[in-house]
């Protein structure tokens, strides 16, 4: 079974681009010879287009900045499944958003065979900046392990599937 | 009665940020109008200022996600003709299918996703989706978008920003297995091309919008041998007939106050239409003979001066947009690598494709060096936003009855009727009446 890991955000929007850094490092972590099943994808801010990424029996992995309330940096994960429903939505310009397209795909049956979220508090999202926030670069390595721990890597032998171990 | 004051403070569904200021007084006439763009400049126009020659297509592509193919391939002619450059019919042939593409996909994005939840009464598409009769509409719409994302994928590599496209040609070419299974999709989605132009129609057929006619003069490509998408004569409803490269002469901009949008008009005349309206009404002959039967079958006749009637317009370019595709990849067949060659020269040159929403100009002067030293674009909802004003003006009198919130729903929806890309032309979407009295 194909495995999907999808970080979103926009670069120049601080920390909202963290699903993007948590993918370059999984990038540099993963060995792809070992590991063609899995997919990494810098997403970025797909709209309507995050539909397109994946088929129908594929588990998705998608990396996400949050603002929950928690404290900057913490990592949460949940099913999609579990999400309540969302009510009113009004799509802005000509994207929605990935809870709106989510929402879109669960209604016309295109959701993959699981979606997790791994999501992360962030506290910065002002346009025109490139960079985290020190607080959110932490959680880089923590949502990277969370990333693989979903993807049952852990399970095997780190050495079979990664090039070098990380901090 | 007192004043009323109809304020839009952000337009949804469309690209970009802007606003709409209305004030209306207690007699019930308009005392102030604006359609307001705070969408910051990015001043492409200067930076490209002493950048290489073949790089303009490649940096103006990122102008927007929407139109990328349009700003690209404008600039691409732009730069060739200013070399006198001249390209094979295979590489005309596949920027033609390019896009078209954009067309596909950008037109079932409008149809379904910005203007039907308005028509429908729903906020958004989700909630649409949320109604199990029309759950399989929007499904076959994904589709249908989705092919023409393909189409670029399968042309540049790429949904977006394209990776084949250059001066001179193509860097790579499709294979044709690829295209023809493009072609077999296309076949299949004809029949929801064509039953989205009659739900457009349906949509549209409501009394209230019958009246909010405005004869204003219409702009569009013209070609001899087909329905203009890359190139052609730039020709209007009031008998503007130029070559494309004397646009700068006859397309003036002005500044306006309060908005970073530049006011278009004609040469010693007023302000004009840019887009899908626009071209059915100008090369009606043109189209597919199935999207001239479907027109009919309709009862839409041209010329349609109604600009709630785009949609319809789009759907009918919808139809051709698939005919001529299919057209255009039989005439293609195999296509072979050709290496793009030219040499550099010093030389002006201005170039218009249509866009999905109308024309897009590009041009400017390359110096012996092949460095440019002034480029100049226009996107075209900077074409279409004195327009837009001009309607309001007109039309809001007669909505007058109407309660503000009515009010303020219809001035959006005739906004997004030319489903205007802020972005683009530096401009946006929020909606203020306010009535003295």
């Given at each position: 079974?194909?495995?999907?890991v999808?970080?979103c955000g926009?670069?120049?929007?601080?920390?909202?681009a963290?699903?993007?850094?948590?993918?370059?490092?999984l990038?540099e972590?993963?060995?792809?010879?070992?590991?063609?099943?899995?997919?990494?994808?810098?997403?970025?801010?797909?709209?309507?287009?995050?539909?397109?990424?994946?088929?129908?029996?594929?588990?998705?992995?998608?990396?996400?900045?949050?603002?929950s309330?928690?404290?900057?940096?913490?990592?949460?994960r949940?099913?999609?499944?579990?999400?309540?429903?969302r009510?009113k939505?009004?799509?802005?310009?000509?994207g929605?958003?990935?809870?709106?397209a989510?929402?879109?795909?669960?209604?016309?049956?295109n959701?993959p065979?699981?979606?997790?979220?791994?999501?992360?508090?962030?506290?910065?999202?002002?346009p025109?900046?490139?960079?985290?926030?020190?607080?959110?670069?932490?959680?880089?390595?923590?949502?990277?392990?969370?990333?693989?721990?979903?993807?049952?890597?852990?399970?095997?032998?780190?050495?079979?599937?990664?090039?070098?171990?990380y901090? | 009665?007192?004043?009323?004051?109809?304020?839009?403070?952000y337009?949804?569904?469309?690209?970009g940020?802007?606003?709409l200021?209305m004030?209306i007084?207690?007699?019930?006439?308009?005392?102030?109008?604006?359609?307001?763009?705070w969408?910051?400049?990015?001043?492409?126009?200067?930076?490209?200022?002493?950048r290489?020659c073949?790089?303009?297509?490649?940096?103006?592509?990122?102008i927007c996600?929407?139109?990328?193919?349009?700003?690209?391939l404008?600039?691409?002619q732009a730069?060739?003709?200013?070399?006198?450059?001249?390209?094979?019919?295979?590489?005309k042939?596949?920027?033609?299918?390019?896009?078209l593409?954009?067309?596909?996909?950008?037109?079932?994005?409008?149809?379904?996703?910005l203007?039907?939840?308005?028509?429908?009464?729903?906020e958004?598409v989700?909630?649409m989706?949320?109604?199990?009769?029309?759950?399989?509409?929007?499904?076959?719409?994904?589709?249908?978008?989705?092919l023409?994302?393909?189409?670029?994928?399968?042309?540049?590599?790429?949904?977006?920003?394209?990776r084949?496209?250059?001066?001179?040609?193509?860097?790579?070419?499709?294979?044709?297995?690829?295209?023809?299974?493009?072609?077999?999709?296309?076949?299949?989605?004809?029949?929801?091309?064509?039953?989205?132009t009659?739900?457009?129609?349906?949509?549209t057929?409501?009394?209230v919008?019958?009246?909010?006619?405005?004869?204003?003069?219409?702009?569009?490509l013209?070609?001899?041998t087909?329905?203009?998408?890359?190139?052609?004569?730039?020709?209007?409803?009031?008998?503007?007939d130029?070559a494309?490269?004397?646009y700068?002469?006859?397309?003036?901009?002005?500044?306006?106050?309060?908005?970073?949008?530049?006011?278009?008009?004609i040469?010693?005349?007023?302000?004009?239409?840019v887009?899908?309206?626009?071209?059915v009404n100008?090369?009606?002959?043109?189209?597919?003979?199935?999207?001239?039967a479907?027109?009919?079958?309709?009862?839409?006749?041209?010329?349609d001066?109604?600009?709630y009637?785009?949609?319809?317009a789009?759907?009918?370019?919808?139809?051709h947009?698939?005919?001529?595709?299919?057209?255009?990849i039989?005439?293609?067949?195999?296509?072979?690598y050709?290496d793009?060659?030219?040499?550099?020269?010093?030389?002006?040159g201005y170039?218009?494709?249509?866009?999905p929403?109308?024309?897009?100009?590009?041009?400017?002067?390359?110096?012996?060096?092949?460095?440019v030293?002034?480029?100049?674009?226009v996107?075209?909802?900077?074409?279409?936003?004195?327009?837009?004003?001009?309607?309001?003006?007109?039309?809001v009198?007669?909505?007058?009855h109407?309660s503000?919130?009515?009010?303020?729903?219809?001035?959006?929806?005739?906004?997004?009727?030319?489903?205007?890309?802020?972005?683009c032309?530096?401009?946006?979407?929020?909606?203020?009446?306010?009535?003295?009295?």
């Amino acid at each position: 079974m194909r495995q999907l890991v999808l970080g979103c955000g926009n670069l120049f929007a601080a920390d909202d681009a963290i699903g993007l850094w948590v993918v370059r490092y999984l990038k540099e972590q993963l060995n792809p010879e070992l590991n063609s099943e899995i997919v990494l994808i810098e997403a970025g801010t797909p709209g309507l287009n995050l539909l397109d990424f994946w088929e129908a029996g594929d588990r998705v992995i998608l990396v996400d900045a949050v603002q929950s309330g928690l404290p900057v940096g913490t990592v949460q994960r949940f099913e999609f499944k579990d999400l309540a429903t969302r009510g009113k939505l009004v799509g802005d310009a000509h994207g929605l958003g990935i809870l709106d397209a989510l929402e879109l795909a669960r209604l016309t049956g295109n959701l993959p065979t699981s979606l997790m979220i791994i999501g992360i508090e962030i506290v910065n999202e002002k346009p025109f900046q490139v960079g985290l926030s020190p607080a959110v670069e932490k959680a880089i390595i923590p949502a990277a392990e969370a990333v693989l721990e979903e993807l049952k890597l852990k399970e095997l032998s780190n050495q079979q599937f990664l090039k070098f171990k990380y901090a | 009665m007192s004043e009323r004051k109809i304020y839009v403070g952000y337009v949804a569904r469309e690209e970009g940020d802007g606003a709409l200021d209305m004030v209306i007084s207690a007699e019930g006439k308009i005392k102030e109008a604006r359609f307001k763009i705070w969408e910051s400049p990015r001043f492409f126009e200067s930076f490209l200022v002493g950048r290489k020659c073949d790089e303009v297509p490649e940096l103006v592509q990122r102008i927007c996600g929407i139109c990328p193919h349009p700003h690209h391939l404008s600039a691409v002619q732009a730069v060739e003709q200013a070399m006198g450059i001249q390209v094979s019919e295979q590489t005309k042939l596949l920027r033609h299918l390019l896009l078209l593409g954009d067309w596909i996909m950008s037109h079932a994005l409008h149809v379904f996703f910005l203007a039907a939840p308005d028509y429908l009464g729903y906020e958004s598409v989700v909630g649409m989706a949320g109604n199990p009769e029309l759950l399989p509409i929007v499904q076959k719409a994904l589709q249908f978008k989705r092919l023409g994302n393909d189409m670029s994928v399968v042309l540049t590599g790429h949904e977006i920003q394209n990776r084949t496209s250059v001066v001179g040609g193509f860097t790579a070419v499709p294979d044709g297995a690829a295209l023809r299974k493009l072609r077999q999709r296309l076949e299949g989605i004809k029949d929801f091309a064509l039953e989205t132009t009659r739900l457009a129609k349906t949509l549209t057929s409501d009394a209230v919008y019958a009246d909010l006619v405005r004869k204003c003069e219409h702009v569009a490509l013209k070609s001899e041998t087909e329905y203009a998408v890359t190139n052609g004569r730039l020709v209007s409803t009031e008998g503007l007939d130029i070559a494309e490269w004397e646009y700068p002469q006859w397309l003036i901009e002005r500044h306006v106050p309060g908005c970073n949008a530049k006011h278009a008009i004609i040469q010693g005349r007023d302000s004009f239409l840019v887009g899908p309206l626009a071209r059915v009404n100008l090369n009606f002959g043109q189209l597919s003979a199935d999207a001239q039967a479907i027109a009919q079958e309709i009862g839409f006749q041209v010329p349609d001066y109604n600009p709630y009637m785009s949609i319809v317009a789009r759907g009918i370019e919808l139809v051709h947009s698939v005919d001529e595709s299919i057209k255009t990849i039989d005439l293609l067949g195999e296509p072979k690598y050709e290496d793009p060659q030219y040499t550099i020269k010093a030389g002006e040159g201005y170039a218009i494709t249509e866009a999905p929403r109308g024309i897009c100009c590009h041009g400017g002067r390359i110096d012996r060096d092949g460095v440019v030293q002034k480029w100049d674009i226009v996107a075209p909802t900077a074409r279409n936003v004195y327009n837009i004003e001009k309607d309001l003006n007109e039309f809001v009198p007669k909505l007058m009855h109407l309660s503000d919130e009515e009010l303020t729903l219809r001035c959006e929806m005739l906004i997004r009727s030319y489903d205007p890309c802020l972005s683009c032309s530096v401009h946006s979407l929020k909606v203020n009446i306010h009535r003295e009295g």
